[in-house]
């Protein structure tokens, strides 16, 4: 059993692993809180802590990769069981940070390193480009008569501009949106075309994402928020947490045996099985579950809805990191403390919509318009000011509030979304 470690973001000037000339940078303001310390539980703490100084890359970035890819890695061979569901280690994740200088591709390039040293096979499931749910399904198919299908229906998605993937979401068109909920459900996908049928029922899907906090501000609108597409991802804040003029060590893991404990844990995570929740913890998760349950208001409520699914998630990959077949309440703790900043990031990311004076005029508009409006129709009455992502902001806001419903409507062209307010004059 490896022990819970404690993580300081600048070490201090006589830490001997801390590289010449290094220099901590303070948070910005407005930053979210930083994640309890209780985030750094077990192997993940130690490879994080050993790894961070020698990087400009915020620790949690490093973590949540570490435990994103490592449960990816895992595959379906381990599961925690709730009813007839079964939560497999599969996560989704963005990461938020400015560009470049968030130096969240730094923070991958040395988990890339780390996860496909402990299991080479999973290198040529790592892939990127999600454009559509068409080629998400391909990707991880079943064999179907001469098709052999995907050897390895694990697959590890890195996507480094995640507001390309919002776009394609956003595509009247798409099927990516449903075909990514389905896949973090851990649900069979199909594509039923006539051409080319593909179905993939084990397939086991996990996806990491890198953006700036401005472009998920302008990308996540009403329909991500509402169809719980975005909830699904932990969106964690991250940022450049130190200068190193003359960078780290290149491989700070060489004789510290966390490498080969990787490779040895990882191993055993794949037969795991079912892993259930010891005696300590199941009130731990009891007490938990109950906050966890409790309604939010909002767009921080519309992030939390699948806060009990996520937390479960992460506490078996903190588990399986602990090469253990029991939930304990370290690992419950640990995954809450993760899930608390991941709600801290979003709000932050996200609620700087909040206030914004075209949602206070749209409410307006159709608080006096009893039979609802449409997007054409909005804009017409705004004069056409808004841009569709202004538009779409506003909107997104007001639904998350629970201010407005829409439904689409049949129209002489294509269907229309008609938005209607919930509280009518």
């Not at 570490?66 to 895992?74: M, Y």
């Not at 029922?201 to 953006?211: K, L, N, P, R």
């Not at 078996?316 to 602990?322: I, Q, R, S, V």
Request: hydrophobic share 40%; proline share 8%.
């Amino acid at each position: 059993m490896t022990q819970q470690t404690s993580l300081p973001l600048d070490p201090s000037p006589e830490d001997p692993a801390k590289p010449n000339g290094a220099v901590g940078l303070p948070a910005p303001e407005g930053w979210p809180a930083p994640p309890d310390p209780t985030v750094y539980h077990g192997l993940a703490g130690e490879i994080t802590h050993t790894i961070a100084p020698h990087t400009e890359a915020d620790p949690v970035a490093i973590l949540s990769q570490l435990l994103v890819s490592f449960g990816a890695a895992a595959g379906r061979g381990a599961w925690f069981q709730v009813e007839a569901t079964r939560h497999h280690p599969n996560q989704f994740l963005v990461l938020v940070g400015d560009s470049a200088r968030a130096r969240k591709g730094s923070s991958w390039d040395h988990v890339h390193r780390l996860i496909t040293s402990a299991d080479p096979t999973i290198n040529p499931r790592i892939l990127t480009g999600l454009s559509s749910g068409e080629g998400l399904i391909w990707s991880v198919r079943d064999p179907a008569g001469q098709d052999p299908g995907a050897p390895d229906q694990r697959l590890l998605v890195i996507e480094p501009e995640f507001v390309t993937v919002l776009k394609n979401v956003g595509r009247e068109t798409s099927t990516l949106s449903p075909t990514l909920r389905c896949a973090w459900d851990g649900r069979p996908l199909a594509i039923l075309t006539r051409t080319a049928p593909a179905r993939a029922t084990d397939a086991h899907i996990s996806v990491i994402g890198h953006i700036t906090a401005t472009e998920l501000r302008h990308h996540a609108n009403t329909i991500e928020l509402a169809n719980g597409l975005l909830n699904r991802f932990l969106l964690l804040g991250c940022r450049r947490v130190r200068l190193l003029p003359e960078g780290g060590d290149p491989d700070p893991l060489k004789r510290t045996g966390l490498q080969r404990r990787l490779t040895t844990t990882l191993k055993a995570a794949q037969r795991a099985g079912q892993l259930r929740l010891s005696t300590p913890a199941r009130q731990a998760w009891a007490d938990a579950y109950q906050q966890l349950a409790e309604p939010q208001p909002g767009i921080a409520g519309a992030i939390a809805a699948r806060a009990e699914a996520h937390t479960i998630r992460l506490a078996l990959l903190y588990a399986l990191l602990d090469d253990t077949r029991q939930i304990k309440p370290a690992h419950l703790t640990a995954a809450l403390a993760l899930r608390d900043y991941a709600q801290r990031s979003a709000t932050w990311t996200l609620e700087h919509t909040t206030g914004n004076p075209l949602a206070r005029q749209i409410h307006t508009a159709l608080t006096h318009t009893p039979n609802g409006l449409t997007r054409t129709q909005l804009r017409d009455l705004l004069h056409r000011n808004p841009t569709t992502t202004q538009l779409d902001r506003a909107l997104a806001e007001l639904a998350a509030d629970g201010k407005i419903t829409s439904h689409r409507v049949l129209t002489t062209g294509r269907p229309a979304q008609l938005w209607k307010t919930t509280q009518p004059a």
